[in-house]
């Protein structure tokens, strides 16, 4: 483990990197078994900034890297802020994913690490299965809505 000291503007603390491997092999077995309910591939867009919150960035990359490497499903994309995709999502913030951003709006700011992985994890299945937390009576109302809406969720662990 490298100690890294970080100093932004007027806030200082340590930072810690973890230069070894996110998933442990417990982990990384429960995985296997819950991606056992993938139906379809799911891409996971990375979106980062060099010099912008460096080290959520490289941890939010290395933990997509690590969980593509449990079920080949899933399909891991790098990108910068200021391409492109970054552009045509609207993508501003440093690190942000994007799951299956081409179908849907699933999109975490941050390293999704500790209660936001267990998040992550529900969002990958229910992009790949098509299948939401929405239940049937939730649906019928929402299908006599007549006018567009955009709905957003915040969740947070504090």
Do not use: W
């Not at 973890?18 to 993938?38: R, S, W, Y």
């Not at 379809?40 to 890297?65: C, H, P, R, W």
């Amino acid at each position: 483990m490298k100690i890294i000291l970080y100093s932004d503007k007027s806030i200082s603390a340590i930072m810690y990197y973890m230069a070894e491997p996110i998933l442990n092999e417990a982990i990384i077995k429960d995985l296997k078994k819950t991606f056992e309910q993938l139906k379809s591939e799911v891409t996971v867009a990375v979106f980062t900034q060099k010099g912008l919150n460096d080290q959520y960035n490289e941890l939010a990359s290395q933990i997509i890297t690590e969980i593509s490497g449990v079920d080949k499903r899933i399909k891991p994309e790098m990108h910068e802020i200021g391409d492109e995709d970054s552009k045509r999502y609207g993508v501003t913030s440093s690190p942000t994913l994007l799951i299956c951003p081409e179908k849907y709006r699933i999109m975490f700011r941050g390293a999704p690490l500790g209660e936001e992985g267990r998040t992550l994890v529900m969002a990958l299945i229910m992009a790949s299965t098509g299948q939401g937390a929405i239940r049937e009576p939730s649906i019928k109302k929402l299908q006599k809505l007549t006018d567009r809406r955009q709905v957003k969720v915040f969740v947070s662990p504090t």
